[in-house]
T-cell receptor, first 111, second 118 residues
Framework: QKEVEQNSGPLSVPEGAIASLNCTYS??????FFWYRQYSGKSPELIMF????GDKEDGRFTAQLNKASQYVSLLIRDSQPSDSATYLC???????????FGGGTRVLVKP | DAGVIQSPRHEVTEMGQEVTLRCKPI?????LFWYRQTMMRGLELLIY????????DSGMPEDRFSAKMPNASFSTLKIQPSEPRDSAVYFC????????????????FGPGTRLTVL
């Protein structure tokens, strides 16, 4: 079992709809969670981080964390073609440790 | 700030040659990470440093790979001898971190080095 798991996709979403991405992690000691976006041929860039159970909103993005279920999700509202990318979920146990990345979910937003 | 700087951006070499990848982290950052990304294996952590000290090199594939961080502003990843299966994009990333804190800060990635070994 991988430490951080994501559905590889592709997740196909019509423009203007909500894209829902899911991520599960196996280490209950994980404290911090990150969502990175990676465009083809580019490096990953951070879009959201979340530390506490519940929802965190930033513009069109909402991250949700449920530590009891070991589950992190990312919602993209009003999806745009420019949101087409691979989204990487990452978890970390403690500040000095390494990020563990999932395999990524490829999202395609169709006009 | 210029962000994490990596060089070269592209490298094409022949099997058996030595390859050296370079990274300059963001000034003030105290943690540095080397990753490799391929379609088959995704993003893999090779090694990371805290305060210039290697903490975990369990991701380094074999003895052909070595990494150094002689000071806070420079790191190298060396492959000797290189093989075709080493072809990948190699990313360097850095972050500033209070190592005693419970929560981790954002990690910034460099643009990557695309390595092709023929």
């Amino acid at each position: 079992q991988k430490e951080v798991e994501q559905n590889s996709g592709p997740l196909s979403v019509p423009e203007g709809a909500i894209a829902s991405l899911n991520c599960t992690y196996s280490d209950r000691g994980s404290q911090s969670f990150f969502w990175y976006r990676q465009y083809s041929g580019k490096s990953p860039e951070l879009i959201m981080f979340i530390y506490s159970n519940g929802d965190k909103e930033d513009g069109r993005f909402t991250a949700q964390l449920n530590k009891a279920s070991q589950y992190v999700s990312l919602l993209i509202r009003d999806s745009q073609p420019s949101d087409s990318a691979t989204y990487l979920c990452a978890a970390i146990k403690a500040a000095g440790n390494k990020l563990t990345f999932g395999g990524g979910t490829r999202v395609l937003v169709k006009p | 700030d210029a962000g994490v700087i990596q060089s070269p951006r592209h490298e094409v070499t022949e099997m058996g040659q030595e390859v050296t990848l370079r990274c300059k982290p963001i000034s003030g950052h105290n943690s540095l990470f080397w990753y490799r990304q391929t379609m088959m294996r995704g993003l893999e952590l090779l090694i990371y440093f805290n305060n210039n000290v290697p903490i975990d090199d369990s991701g380094m594939p074999e003895d052909r790979f070595s990494a150094k961080m002689p000071n806070a502003s420079f790191s190298t990843l060396k492959i000797q001898p290189s093989e075709p299966r080493d072809s990948a994009v190699y990313f360097c990333a850095s972050r500033w971190q209070d190592l005693l804190a419970s929560k981790a800060n954002e990690q910034f990635f460099g643009p990557g080095t695309r390595l092709t070994v023929l």
